[in-house]
Structures are given as structure tokens and as C-alpha cells.
């Protein structure tokens, strides 16, 4: 019979117990593209928590007719986007969206050397948003 409490098999699971964590937290770690669907459960998901920001890029006139409810407009033709985007906070998660993903598509290109750990693209934008049936809001 193996001796279950073997310094071996300690060490494995001590291990085990130490890295899980840090797994989790890589798997948490995301720039990527999502659909409308996954950004509406993203949006469930992280409904409560002050660190989820979601990110309208389209001009003030797009915004005012409809957007996402909760959403904050930050304008990607604006002459200080740039300087805009780079103020805000990496750790924070964002949701980043425009009219057809093309905007929001740029952005992610250039958005890895920020030092942003956790940003969303909705991929194609609110043309997928409520061409899946989800509602806008213009208060």
C-alpha cells in the first residue's frame, strides 16, 4: 500500500492548491471580440461591480439616439480621444462598443500596449446588439 502522506505527494498538492488561484486569475485576464449574445452576459455578469465600465465610441449625435443602458460615451472621432482613452483606468473591465464593430475594432488593435487587462469588444457592434432582439436606452 502507497504512503498517501509521502513528502511527494504533499509537495504535489500543495502545489495544486498554490497555482489554482493563479489560473483562475489568467483565465480571467481577456482582450478579445464577443457577440452580442456574450456581451449581454457579460453585462449580467458584471451588472453590480463598479469596475465594469461599457464603453460607447461612437459620436454624441449616435449616442443621444440609442445606446447601451449604463453605457458612458467617450467619442472615437473626438481630437482628444487618445488622451481621453489613455486616462482610464487599465484595471478596470470594459465593455467597448461602436455602431458595426469597425471603430471598436480599430481600438482593440492599438489597445495591447496600453496595459488594459481586461477589455471586450463587441464585435460587431449594435448592429448585432439589437439585431438579437436587446433593447437601447436614450436617458
Known sequence: ?????????????????????????????????????????????YRSNPDFVILDIRTPAEFEAGHISGAHMLDFYSKSFANDFSRLDPDKIYLIYCRSGNRSGQLMKAIRELGFEMIYNMERGLVDWVGQGYELTTS
Do not use: F, H, R, T
Open 1 to 45: 500500500m502507497k504512503n498517501l502522506y509521502s513528502p511527494k505527494n504533499i509537495w504535489l498538492c500543495l502545489s495544486l492548491i498554490l497555482l489554482v488561484p493563479v489560473i483562475g486569475i489568467a483565465a480571467e485576464a481577456a482582450i478579445q471580440n464577443i457577440s452580442a449574445e456574450m456581451s449581454a452576459d457579460l453585462i449580467e455578469k
